[in-house]
């Protein structure tokens, strides 16, 4: 019953910056662990940051300091604001939905691709 929709996605130098969005439907956001994740090809799928429904983060090493995630449950969306993007961070970078408790399932969306080259 959850979709989910990203983007924000494209080519940027690096060193730039990008803002990606994920916006969801239904009435479970606010309540919902919201994650980015990325899978570059050739690569298993990463998690990159998360943020549960009170609004506390985690990031994976790699991204510490540079990204930041947020949420805007008004909104029903979670950002992924990265800055200073290095050829690395080149990836489909999907958004997850999990429902709070013993949920059936979680939910992602199709992604979005970043691409950091000069």
């Known amino acids: 019953q959850v979709q989910l929709v990203e983007s924000g996605g494209g080519l940027v130098q690096p060193g730039g910056s990008l803002r990606l969005s994920c916006v969801a439907s239904g009435s479970i956001f606010s309540i919902s662990t919201m994650t980015w994740y990325r899978q570059a090809p050739g690569k298993q799928r990463e998690l990159v940051a998360r943020?549960?429904?009170?609004?506390?983060?985690n990031y994976a090493d790699p991204v510490k300091g540079r990204f930041t995630i947020s949420r805007e449950n008004a909104k029903n969306t979670v950002y992924l604001q990265m800055n200073s993007l290095k050829p690395e961070d080149t990836a489909v970078y999907y958004c997850?939905?999990?429902?709070?408790?013993?949920?059936?399932?979680?939910?992602w969306g199709k992604g979005t691709l970043v691409t950091v080259s000069s």
């Open positions: 943020i549960i429904s009170g609004g506390m983060t």
């Open positions: 997850n939905l999990d429902p709070p408790g013993l949920s059936i399932r979680d939910y």
